[in-house]
């Protein structure tokens, strides 16, 4: 099992932990949603469950629940700026099967 953060991604997050008192990593899930199945969680966390898998990528701490880990396995996050104000996480998973229309939900 895997999870894995781009440099880009792992540099974006380190400074946004900076900035979160007592964040100390990346929470990464899903959740219901969407006409295709599922959406992306992303948060910073301060805890580990005792449920939770974790992942170190460039030095960055990834905290997985176990409920979203078999829909997630394998992904790579890279954090994109397509320009001056478009920028965010991209999410790159082998499990996804397929995508609702505008991308905001997936099958697993």
Do not use: W
Request: glycine letters at 10%.
């Amino acid at each position: 099992m895997s999870i894995q953060l781009t440099e880009n991604a792992a540099t974006h997050v380190k400074k946004m932990l900076a900035e979160k008192e007592g964040a100390m990593g990346l929470r990464l899930g899903t959740k219901e949603a969407g006409c295709t199945g599922f959406a992306y969680v992303v948060d910073y966390t301060d805890a580990i469950g005792k449920d939770d898998q974790v992942f170190e990528s460039h030095g960055v701490k990834i905290v997985v629940d176990a409920e979203s880990l078999p829909r997630i396995d394998g992904l790579v996050v890279d954090f994109v700026k397509n320009n001056l104000l478009n920028e965010g996480f991209e999410f790159h998973n082998p499990n996804v099967k397929n995508t609702c229309g505008c991308g905001e939900s997936f099958a697993v």
